[in-house]
């Protein structure tokens, strides 16, 4: 297995090399997974958290002048705050689709904004290599999925996680969208799916049908809690989750409300909001 080391660039693949950000925790596994794509020139997919170490250490593994882009899947801190101080270093463009409006600077970090907004389909040509450019909301409403076409591998940021559950917190996350874009990637012949967070997966089709397979029975077991009696949030937490550590148990919540409100917009529950009381329409 490929080194997790902090501060250390591992090479993925002939294209693809990894540093991990020194940020472990509950919601971010071993810490932020920032990938280095290219060699002569190199495109950074998340530069992670606003750590001078970390940038330190992906302006030393590439050479300064050949960092030519800055690739933001979401702007998420732990994805995003390094930005400003990763295109100090290195002058190169930031390309992203977010952060968006109603972002609160608790979440997207320090401040930076896009010198160019990614648009949906757009290829980012290196000398070396493509990377299309997939807009995949759902986790965050500004997020992107980044595909590079010689190894078919597939930078997934917090749309597919290895080892954490990637979390749809409402209202920027979005859970009906969010299943329209693992049904997106499902489409793609993909070798491998590198995660914002964890070690790569290898099983790309597998890994997706789960994905889409657990949202699924989540939504059946809350339909199932409100079959049986009207609830709030908190109850279905407690009924469903039975397995998650207390410490989840708010953002377990989050994902809750956003599985409700996808149900709300198809007419099948009714309830209005993480305080109230909801029952099957
Ligand atoms: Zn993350």
Known sequence: MPDMTPGVASALSPLV??????NPGLMTGPGTNTYLVGIDEVAVID???DDAGHIEAIVGASMRERIRWIL????HIDHSAGVARLKRATDAEIVAFGPPKSAAKSDAGADWAPDRKAQDGEVIEGTEWGLEVLHTPGHASDHLCFFLE?????FTGDTVLSGTTAVINPPDGDMA????SLERLRKRRLTRLCPGHGDVLDEPKAILADYVAHRIERENQILEALTAGPSKVTDLVAKIYVDTPEA???MAGRSVLAHLQKLKAEGRVSGRDVNSVWKVA
């Open 47 to 49: 530069p992670g958290p």
């Open 72 to 75: 933001v899947t979401h702007h």
């Open 177 to 180: 969208a969010y299943l329209q």
């Open 17 to 22: 090399r990894r540093i991990v950000a020194p």
């Open 150 to 154: 010689e190894e078919r591998v597939l």
């Open 248 to 250: 989840l148990h708010d």
